[in-house]
């Protein structure tokens, strides 16, 4: 048997069959153009813009406003954290139809909006708008 010089040796190595590893490739791509559009993406629709949203704001009867100092006002009257719960129920049997709209300071806590959420909630809100004022 002959030996094959070392050169010989070292250039068959370095030859790789990359064929199976581009089909294999090509097939997750097909793969994925089928698929991607019955993807359930989930997107946030925004209020539109002009005069018919600011006449729908104006309307709301249940106005929350939570500054960064954590104090909460209710259609401005403050409210302690203990009386929210009990404040709400009563705005759900006067306005049972009625979304509440939160105003929250962006350097309030997270927590305060998770109270007043939970709040919610309990007095039987299944809807919350939450109002981002813009800056300047």
């Not at 104006?58 to 909460?72: A, C, T």
């Amino acid at each position: 048997m002959r030996k094959k010089p070392f050169d010989e040796l070292n250039e068959e190595a370095e030859l790789i069959n990359l064929t199976p590893l581009i089909d294999v490739l090509f097939t997750v791509l097909v793969l994925f153009i089928v698929i991607s559009p019955f993807l359930d993406i989930e997107s946030v629709q925004l209020a539109p813009k002009g005069s018919e949203a600011v006449g729908q704001r104006n309307k709301r009867k249940i106005r929350i406003f939570v500054n960064k100092n954590e104090q909460i006002k209710i259609n401005d009257t403050p409210v302690s954290p203990k009386q929210l719960s009990i404040v709400l129920q009563e705005l759900k049997k006067t306005f049972q139809n009625e979304i509440p709209e939160l105003y929250q300071d962006k350097n309030s806590p997270f927590g305060t909006y998770l109270n007043i959420k939970h709040a919610l909630e309990q007095a039987g809100f299944e809807e919350m708008d939450l109002v981002v004022q813009p800056e300047g």
